[in-house]
């Protein structure tokens, strides 16, 4: 199967292909096989995208996905009230079938938003058949990128016990339970490594598991050929937990490792980043709603190979990569700006461009995802995971064709998002989702968000009163 963009306004985020104008993208077989001004092609689907923009799909590099049915929930809840409200109270209720209905229209949210390659970081696998589901929802999406298994044991090491960060031995017979587990997964659906989706492995967080357990963890992980990410130093409290010199200590960094925030690293936690080729998630939206911290995109930049971005809980922020970016970089330019204006000397240098936002997105995400060999830019080679925005419209009058990359950054949100292809499939045309019945979903989504709200309101709300304390934050904050 063939098919032809026509005449997009491309950009590629390849270095040596760099933007056009106007250009063609030929897909064969899945595959991106050409772009240029002009491609002779006549035995091809046409896509007419002269009045859009063409761009690698996005990669969101760190998503709850399972909490899709919360959609909302905590719009106004910092992390202690996330902790109490959808760990300790929701994550339990769920059954097999939520785990699926939340990671399947979670995926669908990502795709139908241009996001084409997710890091799904499922922490909340109670039971076999919530992790067969979960895995089974985003492959019935059809979404690219990495799984990542939760090997914390929810309904026993939970956040209201207060036990993180102490020294410990670990539970080789759980340990042993749940690695059994982690290998059927990676057995049962990830048996090649050239497909859409790939296996990975959440170990448990140190603020509440011994690290010799995580250690382990990380050991099992490798030895499955998992990649690992795990939330990282974005706890506010007064004895820092030092997730990154506890890693360091153990040998545990490596360029198979995605962190999550390290919003709270010391300085001489970065300095043990450097050259280890960890990579790092950066989720503004929530770090700032939520008390973890400012959003460290400087700090990945220098000391990592580069950030990405992530939604993180669409419990309490919307699915739009696009304006997250816009969001991010503008906050990372202010920050850089600040110090300046503290003594009333203007900024004359721009040194955040919104390239380096489009990166973010697109090339540093495909690698922190473990997905760079097949996505994240727009090279002949690579597999078709395109994305088409449209410009037409009254809001985009007068775009910038001359600067696409500008354009997307600056202009666009996921209304703007027309056409998706992923492995060159298209799943989105025309502003709707081409590939599932979407009604069908809709409705399995109102029937398990129904489900979960009833059983909340059964067990006092969202967050039964009085509040469950959470010694991590009582005891040390």
Not at 349 to 366: H, I, K, P
Not at 371 to 376: C, N, P, S, T, Y
Not at 417 to 444: E, Q, S, Y
Request: glycine content about 10%; hydrophobic content about 40%; some cysteine.
């Amino acid at each position: 199967m063939r098919i032809l963009i026509s005449q997009a306004a491309v950009v590629t985020m390849d270095a040596e292909l760099g933007d056009f104008e106007r250009a063609d993208i030929l897909i064969e077989d899945g595959g991106i096989v050409a772009v240029a001004p002009r491609l002779d092609v006549t035995d091809a689907e046409i896509i007419d995208a002269s009045e859009m923009i063409a761009m690698p799909g996005m990669v969101d590099t760190h998503r709850h996905t399972w909490q899709t049915q919360l959609r909302g929930i905590l719009a106004d809840g910092n992390i202690p009230d996330y902790l109490r409200g959808v760990r300790l109270q929701m994550a339990p209720l769920y059954r097999p079938e939520d785990m699926y209905v939340g990671n399947y229209l979670g995926a669908l949210d990502a795709i139908n938003s241009g996001v084409t390659s997710i890091v799904d970081y499922c922490h909340n696998i109670m039971t076999p058949d919530g992790a067969h589901a979960a895995v089974t929802g985003l492959l019935d999406a059809g979404i690219r990128g990495l799984y990542g298994h939760g090997l914390t044991p929810v309904t026993s090491n939970t956040w209201s016990e207060g036990a993180g960060g102490q020294a410990g031995t670990a539970d080789l017979g759980g340990l042993e339970a749940r690695a059994r587990l982690a290998k059927e997964i990676r057995d049962t659906y990830f048996a090649s490594d050239r497909q859409p989706l790939q296996f990975g492995i959440a170990p448990q967080e140190l603020p509440i598991a011994p690290a010799e357990e995580v250690a382990l963890e990380f050991k099992l992980a490798r030895e499955l050929g998992a990649r690992i990410t795990m939330h990282a130093n974005q706890l506010a409290v007064r004895q820092l937990f030092k997730d990154v010199e506890v890693l360091n200590d153990y040998g545990l960094l490596g360029p198979d490792l995605l962190l999550v925030h390290c919003t709270f690293n010391t300085p001489e936690e970065w300095e043990m980043l450097r050259g280890t080729g960890t990579m790092v998630s950066v989720c503004a939206e929530t770090e700032m709603q939520m008390g973890m911290g400012y959003p460290a995109i400087s700090e990945v930049t220098a000391y990592t190979p580069g950030p990405s971005l992530g939604i993180d809980c669409v419990s309490g922020d919307s699915g739009d990569m696009l304006s997250h970016g816009r969001l991010v970089l503008q906050a990372t330019r202010w920050r850089g700006d600040q110090p300046g204006y503290e003594k009333l000397i203007a900024p004359q240098v721009m040194r955040w461009r919104t390239r380096d936002a489009l990166s973010w997105l697109t090339v540093n995400g495909a690698a922190a995802a473990g997905v760079d060999r097949f996505a994240g830019t727009l090279t002949p080679g690579k597999r078709a995971d395109v994305v088409l925005l449209d410009m037409s419209g009254v809001s985009q009058a007068g775009w910038n064709r001359r600067d696409p990359a500008g354009a997307i950054i600056s202009q666009t949100n996921s209304g703007n998002v027309d056409t998706v292809l992923i492995d060159g499939r298209i799943v989105k045309r025309g502003g709707r989702l081409t590939h599932v019945d979407v009604d069908a979903a809709l409705r399995r989504m109102r029937d398990s968000h129904d489900y979960l709200y009833e059983q909340m309101d059964r067990k006092g709300g969202f967050i039964p009163q009085p509040p469950v304390a959470i010694p991590l934050y009582s005891d040390r904050a």
